[in-house]
């Protein structure tokens, strides 16, 4: 019996876009020729945390640190590997995660084990992360590498804050040879850089809808543009001869103005079909190629012998139409077809290929068969000729409307094929998020304004107002009013709540109330005589910013005196008798006595 030695460092030096510096792991295993009288528990478990390329609204990571041994110990459900593969993917702070996608190969070690006794199943470890509920299984009787590829996932739609999102991928078999450690290459492992998880997720003003749903429309929000996928149409109904690829789902988008807060839209997303089914539209608000306020993207046909057609135009509504890629035909006898595109914003969905004498096809928007529409929504890739030694099964399309890719030929022998299955469409709707700031027409009001003051609002209006207990305001349009609240500083808050990925707006600023000053008479000296004009008073302010300025006729003539003594008094003199003064003072705010 052969045995590995994990002895070696596993190291990745990983150049993250915010160190500043490059940082290397260094993950070492226990050693795996140990001897049963010890009992030891082989750990075999790498890490390694890679910032994949953003693009878009999805980021990718890929696992370099070496292969993943499989463990015999992990077969079935609930169970799972002592030396799975770690991967991080970090993705921006808040962004709200709305699918997983992962793809990797398994294949056979030293001992030459089949294809179908390999297991395995991905796991989001993150706060709030699920695991797969089903466990994946190679499928053939021969020794080989066996490609895994599963769209879709929502194991990590429960993680909130964005950052770093853990994943695990445990690998398992059943079958152990002669006996070994549970965690060994020898048998089957998962191949170095093969392990490729993309997490997508929506950024600020963003919603995708991966499932039916409704959209309401936020607070301060007053326009939208939707885009909608049709699901694609599944492959050939499986059969022991190949079959063609089914037709991607059309593209559909438009842009609406004038909405009001609150209006809700029904969501539909169109599902994938399964072999030999055509794939069902997907629309916002109602399924109506007429409506001005609908948008509606064709499900592809299902395959047959030939490719079924893409999503049409025709069965769809939107400003922008394109349609779906035809999926490839099958090579009589020999390869499937491969599964046509979605089609997308700015042009019809690549078709599949046909199925070639011992391979099939490579469906639209696959390696060498991506277009102009890029890989998104792609076509599975067809199955082979089971008599020229390759997998007959074709590979399901992915996410949005990619048409599933026909099975491959199997009259040499063995099971039927099974063909792909198309997948599910998709709506995503976006818009500008609500930002504002607001201000008054000063930073400072005089308790005696009887004026109520108006707030000016810059951005999206819409919003609640609020202040401290004292402030007088109206807490739908922001007007105080100072007379009738109480002398303070105030910080007023203008807040929108947050809606889908959206985040809450809380836009402040800073607004006093000045008490009134008071004026009083200090000093007081009567006239002489009847008729002299030698009186004199002396008027003291407080309850004010100093310095003041004095006036004892009310400051009507627009004339005020300067403080004669200090900053807070003022002499008056050759007062007449029998004269109304009205003393006032003004201080430094411009705030007058009553």
């Known amino acids: 019996m052969q045995t590995n030695n994990f002895t070696k460092p596993y190291t990745s030096t990983l150049a993250l876009p915010f160190a500043d510096k490059d940082i290397t792991c260094n993950v070492h295993s226990a050693n795996s020729g140990v001897s049963a009288k010890l009992r030891l528990v082989i750990l075999f ?16 990571a890929t696992y370099n640190a070496g292969n993943i041994p499989t463990d015999f110990g992990f077969q079935s459900l609930p169970g799972n590997s002592t030396c799975p593969g770690t991967l991080i993917v970090n993705i921006p702070l808040n962004a709200i995660i709305t699918r997983v996608d992962v793809q990797y190969t398994i294949s056979s070690g030293a001992q030459q084990p089949w294809i179908s006794d390999q297991r395995s199943q991905l796991r989001c470890v993150s706060p709030g992360g699920t695991a797969e509920t089903t466990i994946s299984s190679g499928v053939g009787n021969n020794a080989g590498t066996y490609n895994y590829s599963r769209t879709g996932l929502n194991i990590a739609n429960g993680v909130s804050g964005g950052g770093n999102i853990t994943f695990e991928l445990h690998a398992g078999r059943t079958w152990n040879g002669n006996g070994g450690p549970n965690c060994s290459l020898d048998y089957h492992y998962v191949n170095n850089n093969t392990w490729k998880v993309t997490v997508f997720y929506d950024g600020p003003g ?50 609406f103005t004038g909405l009001t807060a609150g209006t809700n839209f029904p969501v539909t997303v169109g599902a994938g079909g399964s072999p030999g089914s055509n794939g069902t539209s997907s629309y916002f608000n109602n399924n109506n190629l007429t409506d001005p306020n609908s948008v509606v993207a064709a499900g592809g046909n299902a395959g047959g012998d030939n490719g079924g057609d893409g999503g049409t135009t025709a069965y769809s509504n939107g400003t922008t139409k394109n349609a779906g890629g035809t999926g490839g035909n099958r090579n009589a006898g020999n390869g499937g077809g491969g599964g046509g595109q979605a089609g997308c914003a700015s042009a019809t969905g690549t078709a599949g290929q046909a199925g070639g004498a011992t391979d099939g096809g490579f469906g639209g928007g696959q390696t060498g068969n991506t277009g102009i529409c890029g890989t998104i929504g792609a076509g599975g890739n067809g199955g082979g000729d089971a008599g020229e030694g390759a997998s007959n099964n074709g590979s399901n399309g992915t996410l949005p409307g990619g048409g599933g890719g026909g099975c491959g030929d199997n009259s040499s022998g063995g099971g039927n094929g099974v063909s792909g299955t198309g997948a599910k469409g998709q709506v995503i709707v976006t818009y500008n998020c609500p930002e504002a700031t607001i201000s008054y027409s000063a930073a400072s009001f005089c308790k005696f304004v009887t004026t109520p003051q108006n707030v000016t609002i810059t951005g999206t209006a819409g919003g609640t107002f609020s202040a401290p207990v004292g402030l ?3 807490s739908s349009t922001g007007e105080i009013n100072p007379s009738t609240s109480t002398a303070e500083s105030y910080m007023v808050h203008y807040q929108i709540a947050a809606a889908y990925s959206c985040p809450a707006v809380d836009a402040t600023t800073t607004v006093t109330i000045n008490g009134s000053p008071v004026a009083s008479v200090t000093y007081q000296k009567n006239i002489s005589c009847n008729a002299a004009n030698d009186g004199t008073i002396e008027v003291t302010a407080s309850n004010g910013a100093a310095p003041y300025l004095f006036s004892v006729n009310g400051g009507a003539d627009g004339t005020w005196q300067d403080a004669t003594t200090g900053d807070d008094k003022s002499l008056f003199k050759n007062l007449l008798p029998d004269h109304p003064y009205r003393i006032k003072v003004k201080d430094a705010n411009e705030c007058i006595s009553k």
């Open 206 to 255: 963003q919603k995708t809808y991966n499932s039916s749903g409704s959209f309401f429309v936020p607070v301060g929000v007053t326009s939208i543009n939707v885009q909608t996928w049709g699901g694609g149409g599944g492959a050939g109904t499986s059969t022991n001869d190949a079959r063609g690829g089914g037709g991607g789902g059309a593209y559909a988008s438009k842009t």
């Open 45 to 60: 478990v790498l890490l390694v945390i890679v910032y994949g390329e953003v693009l878009g609204q999805s980021t990718s």
């Open 472 to 474: 007088s305001i109206n």
